[in-house]
């Protein structure tokens, strides 16, 4: 009778779960072993913006997200849970909408798509990309941003040469803008 490993599979139905300061492994010699280490920003420091946790039922995994904002935004399917497959690569994100000047929504999106990055765009913002707020291996919620809620702020990248002179009232260069993404 494994009873460290019957043990287990209750704890982690009861939400114990591998996260900052909360490691979750094999124990020499077989079963499983809980860690906790005081102060590593997990047990006791409260949940973050967007905390990732999983549950493991069969063949799935179900993902809850914590509510965090964008700009004062809050997610348009916050309090949301997905599931994926208990085993594989996926990846929790916030996607960003914006109309080329402000951010105006986002939505948070659990799947094996690799985050769409940002690319500079000329003379305005990106209007669409992706921040990877965790990776889930396997089951496990690996957090990828620091605790706190996300701060979109446009930013020139770089600029280039105007392929003709510029007409008067015209800037002599093309800007190429980013949104530069902060926690905090």
């Given amino acids: 009778m494994d009873w460290v490993g ?3 599979d209750y704890l982690k139905s009861q939400r114990v779960v591998q996260g ?3 490691f979750i492994g094999d124990a020499v010699g077989g079963g499983k072993q ?3 280490i005081a102060g590593a920003g997990g047990a006791g420091d409260g949940p973050c913006p967007f905390e990732t946790s999983t549950t493991i039922s ?10 965090g904002t964008v700009n ?7 309090f949301a849970t997905f599931a994926v497959d208990k085993t594989g690569t996926f990846y929790v994100k916030a996607s960003i909408v914006t ?11 659990v799947n ?14 990106p209007t669409a990309f992706d921040v990877l707020l965790a990776i889930i291996k396997d089951g496990v919620a690996y957090r990828t941003i620091g605790c706190g809620s996300i701060a979109a702020t446009p930013a020139q990248a770089f600029i280039t040469d ?12 093309i800007p190429y803008y980013v949104w530069e993404i902060s926690v905090a």
């Fill in 6 to 8: 019957d043990l287990f």
């Fill in 72 to 78: 004062q935004f809050i997610a348009t399917n916050a």
């Fill in 162 to 173: 105007k392929p003709s002179p510029a007409g008067p009232g015209e800037l002599t260069y």
């Fill in 34 to 36: 809980i860690t906790v």
């Fill in 58 to 67: 069969g063949g799935t995994a179900k993902v809850i997200v914590l509510p």
């Fill in 20 to 22: 900052p300061g909360v």
């Fill in 99 to 109: 109309d080329g000047q402000d951010v105006t929504s986002f939505s948070i999106a």
């Fill in 112 to 125: 094996g798509a690799e985050p769409n990055t940002q690319l500079a765009t000329p003379s305005s913002l």
